[in-house]
């Protein structure tokens, strides 16, 4: 409404400019002609709609004229209607300057509530009892009420409404503990079917591809998993958890093998890939990034290039899980120096004949 309001003001300004250097003759011949025409508007329009900016521009303009001339003049409202509409507007004018000052209670500072709404978001099982409790052991002081006010206000339900864990908080949770597997196929040029067996971490999104076989058998898939174990103990992993789908190649003897040394075995539902989504995401990624740009001519070839993809994605590429980092290299110090950023000069690595670029700075 103000931008309407700014916009009839400015257009109505400029057409009281434009009747400055008219003569009084002219003014009238062009008044009875708009007379006219509001004649013939009248008869075929019913009852025409004003919007609150118009109404403001016709009380603005005609309340400096006497009521008995307003009776006289053709309008398509009341000249009741205009009065009525100005001693508003003088109403919501003085209201707005004579509004007393806020009462009560000043309002929680920002800080406060927002420490607040993080210990709930943070502690799915305290109420605001709880969270009271927590501010007075840091020492701050405000009334259990107002914790309950300002959970109330932000629409977080009661702590018992709020105990139920989801699959994906499970996996936020327990990220540091938790490494996924799968199989994925992958056709050569022949047509033959050769099976991956990758293993992806979830705080880290370190991948391994632990083999390839074209026929994967439970025996091949413990030897391989034998492989994961040393290589876990090797790089320090404390990871507890295993996520796997429930393919008949992983048999007993393997989930016997993980939970010897520490592992336990969460079995996906039926059918249910989100319940790995991490590993199925890797897969996708990998098929798009390699495998569809890439013609494989055998096993050998399949490994060579997925060894490649593994040393690319674990030392190069950027994730946004972990702020656009590698999973094993640290993000360089930014450059900020107008300077350097002047005159940047990138190198360009090709792997794999150029199906996979890696961007460096020169030395």
Known sequence: MLLRLAYLAATNTLAFLRLLPM??????????????QLLVLQRQVGKPTFTDSDRAVLAGLLHHL??????????????????????????????????PKRRGRPRTIHSIRALVLRLARENASWGYRRIHGELAALGIKVA???????????????APKRQSTTWADFLRSQAKALLSCDLFEVRTLTGARLYVFAVIEHTTRRIRILGASAHPTGHWIVQLGRNLLMDLEDAGSRARFLIRDRDSKFTTAFDALMTDLGLKIVTTGIQIPRMNSLIERWIKTCRTELLDRTLIRNQSHLLHALREYESFHNEHRPHRALKQAAPCRP?????????????????????????????????
């Open 331 to 363: 993000l360089p110090t930014p450059v900020t120096q107008e300077a350097q950023l002047a005159y940047l000069e990138v190198r360009r690595r090709d792997r794999l004949g150029g199906t996979l670029h890696e961007y460096q700075h020169a030395a």
């Open 66 to 99: 006497p009521k008995d001339r307003l009776r006289h003049l053709l309008l398509l409202v009341r000249p009741d209607t205009v009065m009525r509409r100005h001693r508003e507007l003088l109403r919501q004018r003085h209201a707005a300057t004579c509004m």
């Open 144 to 158: 259990a009420s107002t914790a309950w006010e300002i959970l109330h206000d932000h629409g977080i339900p009661p």
């Open 23 to 36: 003569s009084n003759k002219d003014k009238d011949i062009e008044i009875l002609v708009l007379r006219h």
